[in-house]
């Protein structure tokens, strides 16, 4: 196209032109920059919320439903089976829940413990604890799963005796002694962050006859296909439920760990397509003061019969050619990159001694990334938009020069 080569040599710098050409390529290194970081950062976003999907929302319930009193579930098996027919959910299992005391050598830590049926929840919990431990926990009814965390500050063994406080509630609001529950540690439970110093595992009858439920089971945990329709699921079952039963979801207990990561993601996104945007004003000054150190060869062009259309199309090129070189960069960088930030991150943390994450506090201890192919398409989609926008001012400035008053 002969405005494209045009294009191409005008951007041939001379040395009257150097100023020009190192604004022109600081716009280009700056549209790299942001288009690398851009995907890079919203990378790590993605990682983010597939570990919350995979290791968190894998182990806890989606959703749950639970007795208002001492009942329990009325009908258990009943109410299972007419629930199950619903196609949103994969799994439905009965459990009841105790918040109490952990005891052991005098040392005391608050835990809440959910009694589980093992056989129904092996694809839920058994990959976070080893096939021993497991087995043990399976073969006895008094055994318990505590939190990793929990674990190490009461410096428990397999195989140790601990007894769990459980407070007792009265009608009238007086206090009693709390009930002691004796069990036995079969392992340790290992989910991430907060989770591992406060959650553990034992048998659904157990905990029942602790609770005194006059039912097997205090309510039903719920697993949808659908991990984020959680919300509304739950208030269709709950509201048409035929027991007064209370009702949560995920979102109630570990939505801030989402709604962090979604906030995250969109001031990321509005920052860096500022940045890409501050570059892209490179581009409108370059362009605008190649216009006038061009007036004179735009002018024998418009003697020689160039058009308006023409001679906007040269420097909306001479721009577009800015843009793409550093969109191409960026995006290059950010898919040599992103595959290996967690391998990279690794190595500067043993290089420098640091620890990026810290499981203790977090739920992974890594860096995570996942490259999405529709963010390096929107990404480059809306840096090119701002680039080629940055040229119509120049462009229509440069289409408007008039030959008469520029060769004299």
């Known amino acids: 196209m002969f405005a494209f080569e045009l294009a191409k040599q005008f951007r041939k710098s001379g040395s009257q032109q150097r100023f020009i050409s190192f604004i022109s390529m600081s716009s280009t290194v700056g549209i790299a920059l942001g288009c690398f970081v851009l995907i890079l950062l919203l990378s790590v976003m993605n990682g983010f919320e597939k570990e919350l999907t ?10 749950e439903l639970y007795s208002v009193d001492n009942r329990g579930i009325d009908n258990l ?34 835990v809440e413990l959910t009694g589980i049926i093992p056989s129904e929840n092996t694809s839920q919990y058994k990959e976070r604890v080893t096939d021993k431990q497991w087995a043990a926990f399976t073969a006895e009814p008094k055994g318990v799963l505590v939190g990793q965390g929990i674990a190490e500050k009461l410096q428990l063994s397999v195989g140790d005796p601990i007894q769990v406080l459980v407070p007792v509630t009265t009608n009238d609001l ?3 002694a709390p009930k002691t529950v004796s ?7 290992s989910i991430g962050g907060e989770l591992d110093n406060l959650v553990g595992l034992m048998h659904l009858d157990t905990a029942s006859n602790a609770a005194e439920l006059q039912s097997r089971a205090q309510g039903l945990q719920f697993t949808f296909y659908d991990a984020y329709s959680a919300n509304t699921i739950m208030r269709e079952i709950g509201y048409s439920y035929p027991q007064a039963v209370y009702m949560s979801d995920w979102t109630r207990t570990q939505g801030h760990l989402y709604n962090d990561i ?3 993601r969109a001031v990321v996104y509005i920052a860096l397509i500022l940045v890409i945007g501050v570059a892209c004003f490179n581009i409108v000054s ?13 002018a024998i062009l418009k003697t020689m019969g160039a058009t308006d259309a023409l001679i906007r ?10 843009g793409v070189v ?78 008469s008053s520029s060769l004299h």
Not at 54 to 63: F, Y
Not at 286 to 298: D, F, N, W, Y
Not at 313 to 322: H, P, R, T
Request: hydrophobic share 50%.
């Open 286 to 298: 370059s362009l605008v003061m190649a216009v006038r150190e061009k007036q004179a060869a735009i």
């Open 326 to 403: 550093g969109i191409t960069v960026g995006v290059a960088l950010a898919l040599l990159v992103t595959p290996n930030l967690s391998s990279i991150v690794l190595f500067v943390e043993n290089a420098l001694g640091i620890e990026v994450l810290s499981g203790d506090i977090y739920f992974i201890d890594f860096l995570p990334s996942e490259l999405q192919w529709q963010d390096v398409f929107i990404t480059t989609f809306v840096a090119l938009s701002l680039c080629i926008m940055a040229t119509l001012y120049p462009a229509q400035k440069a289409a408007k020069i008039s030959p």
């Open 54 to 63: 995979s290791r968190i929302l894998s182990v806890i319930p989606h959703g």
């Open 313 to 322: 199309s040269i420097f909306i090129f001479q721009g577009a050619i800015n």
């Open 183 to 189: 069990l036995i540690v079969s392992g340790f439970l």
């Open 262 to 264: 979604q906030l995250v």
């Open 77 to 110: 098996e009943a109410q299972r089976y007419r629930l199950e027919q619903d196609k949103r959910i994969a799994r439905i299992t009965p459990y009841t829940k105790l918040t109490g005391m952990l005891q052991f050598k005098g040392e005391l830590k608050a």
């Open 174 to 176: 007086s206090f009693k």
